[in-house]
């Protein structure tokens, strides 16, 4: 195996990596097992800017035994498109807690946060992006559960387009209630000590991994798309 790859998260300490190699027959994409010990393989660990560490894995022409093969030899593409479905539900999950807790910790400041002599919740401009913030934490709930509702179904258009659609709604509103939450906190929003600071970091890091929210809304719309034999057929 030669290559690179980066952004190993947790790949640091690893004791065992799935690695993901083209084949240079062109049979297709396999997936490995890699001892991280191995000779020729390298890895420089670096912390992420949401909390978890991370490495580059470098790979100079490391030899693996054959039963270090996972599955038919260039046949793992299906398979990883299939569990990147999944994971993409579970970020959807994790997304919604950090969100809920950011929402909580905001309300909370709003109360008790005092200008000229009243609290700034009582502001009615404040209230608005509060209430802005809670309808789009539960429209990213609901698309949560669909994507919940789907994840473990058989591989299908109809599958991937609502993971599709549910990652771009929990992307958009991970990045919105993240952003209006450190502003209303102001300055305290971003303390590294206030635990909002890390939340936000993690909504913001969410959004990127698996495809952000502009890739997602790209793959629902091809899902969308009729063939045109078939659109000449309805016309």
Excluded: N
Excluded at 32 to 37: I, Q, T, V, Y
Excluded at 109 to 134: P, V
Excluded at 168 to 175: L, N, W
Excluded at 192 to 208: D, F, I, N, P
């Amino acid at each position: 195996l030669s290559g690179r790859k980066r952004v190993v998260i947790g790949g640091e300490l690893a004791h065992t990596i799935l690695v993901t190699a083209r084949m240079s027959d062109g049979e297709g994409v396999s997936l490995f097992l890699l001892d991280p010990a191995a000779e020729g393989v390298s890895r420089t660990g670096y912390p992420c800017i949401d909390g978890p560490r991370a490495c580059d894995l470098a790979l100079a022409d490391v030899y693996v035994e054959a039963d270090s093969l996972l599955g038919p030899a260039g046949k793992a593409a299906p398979a990883l498109a299939y569990q990147r479905g999944r994971a993409v539900a579970a970020q959807c999950a994790e997304a919604v807690g950090s969100m809920e807790e950011a929402f909580r910790l905001t309300l909370d400041y709003l109360k008790t946060r005092q200008q000229f002599g009243a609290a700034i919740g009582r502001f009615q401009a404040l209230q608005h992006r509060m209430a802005e913030m809670r309808g789009e934490l539960e429209l990213a709930r609901s698309m949560t559960i669909l994507a919940a509702c789907v994840a473990d179904d058989p591989d299908s258009e109809s599958r991937s387009r609502r993971l599709a659609a549910a990652k771009f709604t929990v992307a958009r509103a991970s990045q919105l209630i993240a952003e209006q939450s450190v502003q209303l906190h102001g300055g305290i929003g971003m303390t590294w000590e206030y635990s909002l600071a890390h939340h936000a970091k993690r909504m913001v890091m969410l959004t990127h991994q698996f495809g952000d929210d502009d890739f997602h809304l790209g793959q629902y719309s091809a899902l969308l798309e009729i063939p045109r034999q078939a659109s000449q057929q309805v016309a």
